[in-house]
């Protein structure tokens, strides 16, 4: 069987779980597991667990061999794509190589092994699996714990200098706005960014008629945008009002990378595109206005809904490519 | 003589004038002419004008053939980079194939013709002969009439979906800010453009002790940026804070192009950057503050000190760079 023709492992190392899938370029997932990211036990535990969930994988499938091993890491990663530095969320990891590790614990020194940056792997996995796939370019918006990005650029990860490209959460929309953690005023993380969100909508509505009192008590403490969501589907006036809020952000960030990009098609996942419509519709609404007249048409925003899928799909995508874009 | 070694002729419509130059990669600028822009006399005019200048620059070099001609032009080009729509400056043009237009005037069917976008052309004159030389990658921006900009990624303009990328003038700083012609409140341009610089120096320094009064009379009427620099070198305050206050809003702008692109090297090119250190100092003090501090490293703002040039140089880079990266 011509290796070309094998299925690659996609993996996708988080902070709290590490997912696995075997991944076909024609069938999507054929099988998946999961486990803890057992990060405080250090980068070897957690490397052994990765070597571990990929042989589960082989074994699931009974194959002796997979075409490679796509990772997507949060942080940064290097340019020859091998190596993760410090990721948050994973404490004590200083600088590891991940493909010299997979490769050590397999026993398979000429694997592929390709690390990609988390937020990139899942534009690649929209790309080639999602919402994406009608498309050549896009942006990518992941609307998490905080906001992150990619940039698609007819079918291919645009990295930047140094593989960090897409930070669009840290775009600022007002240069003397609020300051969130990054040190960088009115940066968009700083208004959806999903504390930030949280907090400015519990401050927001504590002292309105909502039904997140129900929810949540007096004083609206552990609000999270998911509460928004399940107050705002059952017509709350104050939680459809916040979501419109946060949306309305999001265009104009959106506004500005579509002018620098010329790049028109948004895709905007992680959890809290859930809130769907209640969120995006004012996206769509305000977008245009912070986008130069004369690339207003074809302006497109739309859902990704494959969920957590994405990031193994992406991350096995950074594998299935044609040799020559994988090394582009 | 192969074609690749004979030169290209580089050609800059702008509004006003019509620049020319016959352009040896290893020697740069060989011949150059300019004409008057005839726009007001209609399409056939200007393409005749160019025509004229291209053979006027041949025979000044006696030559009777030439790799290529580049065009930079205004405005929306299309995909292929033949054909320019509505310039704007050149009123009357609707769409006008320049390919075929010039191959018929020069009775040359077979001859390489490639317009692109005037700023993307100040990005590639910058990158083969300018400051950019020694950077793969650079975020351009030119300060005039307008903000204009360009992305250089790895040695080839990035153009986006449809050619109009690097649009950085419409990014907006402040998403309720001031609303400049283009509708987008609070891009860039509503500071730091020609006009509204003027008129936000001339507002703010009209009630104060200044040497402009003696240059321009008690209501400073017809203020222009180079006002601001003349007072400005000779020690006048108002016209030092005055480039400043300019200087923190376009770092403020190339802060959030750096977190999407992960490009750190910024030139500044274009009239207004002729205040140098005036201005951008202050560029330099405040870009780091406006992006993610894991890209702070290595932020340079560098100015294109190669004036007008860069144009008819870019636009003969168009034709000069190797057959591969030109179909790019």
């Known amino acids: 069987m011509p290796l070309s023709s094998l299925p690659a492992v996609g993996v996708d190392l988080g902070g709290t779980n590490t997912k696995a899938a075997l991944v076909d370029a024609e069938s999507g997932v054929l099988f998946s597991r999961s486990a803890p990211t057992r ?20 074994l699931d499938a009974g194959i002796e061999a997979v075409q490679g091993i796509g990772v ?37 020194p000429e694997l592929p092994v390709i690390v990609e940056n988390d937020a990139n792997v899942a534009g690649l996995g929209s790309a080639y699996f999602g919402a994406g796939k009608p498309h050549d370019s896009f942006i990518m918006v992941t609307l998490g714990t905080g906001v992150g990005g990619a940039i698609i650029y007819q079918n291919q990860i645009f990295r930047g200098a140094t593989g960090a490209a897409g930070e669009l959460g840290h775009m600022t929309i007002d240069y003397e706005g609020p300051m969130p953690r990054s040190g960088v005023a009115g940066a968009i993380e ?26 949540l008590g007096d004083d609206l403490e552990g609000l999270t945008p998911l509460h928004l969501f399940q107050a705002a589907e059952k017509g709350d006036e104050g ?24 790049i028109r098609t948004i895709i905007v996942g992680g959890g809290v ?36 899928e994405v990031g193994t799909l992406g991350a096995a995508q950074l594998i299935l490519q044609p040799l020559a874009e994988r090394d582009s």
Chains 1, 2 share one sequence.
């Open 39 to 58: 990060a405080e036990l250090g980068p070897d535990v957690v490397l052994d667990d990765i070597a571990e969930l990929v042989r589960a994988l082989m």
């Open 72 to 108: 997507g890491a949060p942080g940064a990663i290097d340019w020859e794509r091998t190596t993760i530095t410090q990721p948050p969320n994973i404490p004590g990891w200083g600088k590891v190589n991940l493909r010299t590790a997979l490769r050590e614990r397999l026993e398979l």
């Open 190 to 215: 700083g208004y959806i960014g999903q504390r930030l969100l949280s907090r400015y909508a519990r401050y927001r509505l504590i002292h309105e008629d909502t039904l997140l009192h129900g929810m």
């Open 239 to 262: 939680a459809i009002e916040v979501l419109a809020w946060a949306g309305h952000k999001l265009g104009c960030v959106l506004g500005s990378a579509v002018n620098l990009l010329d």
């Open 273 to 308: 595109s859930g809130a769907g419509p209640l969120l995006l519709d004012a996206t769509r609404r305000t977008l245009p206005r912070y986008v130069v007249p004369a690339l207003r048409g074809n302006l497109l925003v739309i859902r990704e809904t494959l969920g957590n």
